[in-house]
């Protein structure tokens, strides 16, 4: 059986000889980074590590000013001009780093890093982010995770065979990619409308292959499994109430609830975590208040209530904000994706989610 990190060279991503990988770690993940790099080379790919540091991450965010933060790195352009492919292995070893960056600077933040990386979607780089680096002692303190039932979790979700997610994303994409119209209904309260017509749904399988590139889907993630299609940015209509405890930035949002009217995001509501989500919403710029995404995931071994809701078999989640870099209109640095529990979608009146079940084989 391949390790993860030769999986993830020759079966994910498809590395090739010509390829320039950029592997961006933190220093708890640096064995697999090496692992990585090491398949790079076997395959006569060039690889390079980019380290990242929660010391370092938290002296820029504090030392340097809004103004200063809302400019684009030169390096991180650089590499988005230079990578043919990359590898993402988690974030900060501990979120609550991420607690002490007020809101202004952490949209400042969002904007240079937005601006600096989407030349990879027009350059169709091949990219992988691998969930294991994010399970951590520190981060799983932080959101109230046993650690061990996690860490279980991801890897066990992490084991479900590429086909098999993709069989069913192809059932599941071609309901929602000749639908019209989506109504998302759960006991929470949540009463949504929006239209998905002329919309191509994508599917996540933890493959980017030729068929997928030709698709415009160019990254995924270990574990994956979902499809996802993008709503007409100005058709949704309701309200949706998420239940299912959402990680964000060091902390915990265990419910939140929008409203929209006229297709724009009119009431944003929720916990003190929501609210504290709400801040960095309000300093944003641009297509902040627009729908952005609708997910169905399709994993029968993840589990909710941990950093992957949107792959749970059956999970409904919904996002707005920017999604340029799926190939979506909506322009803005702000983004973010929550999961409804218990959904019931019905795809131009035929249900194909009941009470968060999928219905489809």
């Known amino acids: 059986m391949?390790?993860?990190a030769e999986n993830a060279v020759k079966n994910c991503l498809r590395i090739r000889p010509d390829d320039n990988v950029t592997i961006f770690f933190y220093p708890h993940t640096l064995s697999l980074a090496e692992d990585l790099a090491t398949e790079c080379f076997k395959v006569g790919a060039d690889a390079l590590l980019n380290l990242y540091t929660d010391k370092y991450y938290s002296a820029y965010m504090k030392h340097l000013s809004t103004e200063k933060l809302r400019q684009p790195?030169?390096?991180c352009r650089g590499l988005s001009n230079i990578s043919t492919a990359t590898f993402w292995l988690g974030a900060a070893y501990d979120p609550i780093?991420?607690?002490?960056v007020p809101p202004e600077k952490m949209a400042a933040n969002d904007e240079a890093e937005t601006e600096a990386h989407l030349p990879?979607?027009?350059?169709?780089?091949?990219?992988l982010g691998l969930a294991?680096?994010?399970v951590t002692r520190p981060r799983a303190k932080a959101y109230g995770f046993n650690f061990a039932t996690w860490e279980r979790m991801v890897q066990e979700a992490s084991a479900v065979p590429a086909k098999t997610l993709t069989a069913t994303g192809q059932r599941l994409a071609g309901i929602l990619g000749t639908a019209d119209d989506v109504h998302v209904t759960a006991p929470s309260g949540?009463?949504?409308t929006f239209s998905v017509q002329g919309r191509q749904p994508m599917i996540y399988d933890g493959i980017v292959d030729d068929e997928d590139i030709a698709a415009g889907v160019y990254e995924s993630s270990i574990p994956s499994g979902s499809v996802t299609i993008l709503p007409q940015e100005t058709s949704a209509e309701g309200v949706v109430v998420f239940d299912v405890p959402q990680?964000?930035?060091g902390r915990s949002i265990r419910r939140m609830r929008w409203e929209f009217h006229g297709g724009r995001l009119t009431k944003f509501e929720g916990d003190a975590s929501a609210l504290a989500l709400r801040k960095q919403y309000e300093v944003s710029t641009g297509d902040r208040d627009r729908i952005a995404s609708f997910t169905i995931g399709t994993n029968p071994k993840a589990s909710l209530g941990f950093l992957q809701n949107p792959i749970v078999r059956g999970?409904?989640?919904?996002?707005?904000g920017g999604n340029q870099f799926v190939g979506g209109p909506n322009k803005s640095a702000f983004g973010f994706e929550s999961t409804v529990r218990a959904a019931t979608v019905e795809a131009d009146g035929k249900p194909i989610v009941r009470e968060g079940k999928l219905l489809i084989a």
Do not use: C, E, H, N
């Open 2 to 4: 391949p390790t993860l």
């Open 73 to 75: 790195s030169a390096f």
């Open 97 to 100: 780093v991420y607690r002490r």
């Open 120 to 127: 990879m979607r027009d350059r169709k780089v091949r990219s």
């Open 132 to 134: 294991i680096g994010q």
């Open 190 to 192: 949540t009463d949504l």
């Open 247 to 249: 990680a964000w930035a």
């Open 315 to 320: 999970a409904v989640s919904i996002g707005v």
